[in-house]
């Protein structure tokens, strides 16, 4: 079973992981997508991205959730009729929901090498920590998936990744932390949940009450 991973946090949060090995026909097997999201599904060229969004359907179906009540806002962030708050990633072999009542954002990435030299464009000068060896690829890029969850988190456009959010120092291998995002004057405090495999890590960012 392609479901990697299921973890249910407090207060109605979880979050679900899908490896993808599948080919598409195995993928389509069972989904009845609304027409907004056929029409979506066949703009998609790529075979990896086609199975991307399958792969993600089959998570919403995994958690009890008809991909039929499945829509998309303005700003393109994905939305459900029940209100329930929804996030979406996916990263070529694997794709990832997390579902709760409160913003939440999520997010996946695989490690590569590339993240080295992006990484002035997005890194706070308070993370300097992240420099410092063993694993600093691999800890770049949970700094990189901690951010993302945190701009789907705020559904604000315009954040500085750089200037706005910053992630507090953590260990390799740790499985929880914490970040500030500074917008107009005032500071919101969030808590992060990390993933970490061999291939790809993740985050899940909430705000704290």
Not at 89 to 109: C, N, R, V
Not at 111 to 131: C, D, T
Request: net charge neutral; aromatic share 10%; proline share 5%.
């Amino acid at each position: 079973m392609p479901l990697h991973q299921r973890i249910n946090l407090e207060e109605d949060t979880q979050f679900l992981i899908w490896h993808i090995e599948e080919a598409e026909d195995e993928l389509l097997k069972g989904l009845n997508l609304s027409k907004i999201d056929e029409l979506n599904f066949q703009k998609r060229k790529r075979t990896s991205h086609r199975k991307e969004f399958l792969a993600a359907r089959k998570l919403l179906m995994e958690a009890g959730i008809s991909p039929q009540t499945l829509s998309y806002s303005q700003d393109g962030a994905p939305q459900l009729e029940s209100g329930r708050q929804l996030s979406i990633s996916h990263s070529t072999k694997i794709a990832g929901i997390a579902l709760g009542e409160k913003p939440l954002g999520f997010d996946l990435e695989e490690y590569r090498p590339k993240i080295i030299k992006i990484a002035p464009r997005f890194l706070h000068s308070k993370e300097v920590f992240i420099n410092q060896p063993p694993f600093i690829m691999e800890k770049l890029t949970l700094i990189w998936t901690a951010k993302e969850a945190l701009y789907k988190a705020l559904n604000q456009k315009g954040i500085i990744f750089s200037q706005q959010l910053c992630v507090a120092p953590f260990e390799w291998g740790e499985k929880q932390g914490s970040a500030k995002v500074f917008i107009s004057d005032k500071t919101h405090n969030f808590s992060l949940n990390f993933i970490i495999e061999k291939a790809y890590c993740g985050t899940l960012a909430t705000p704290i009450n």
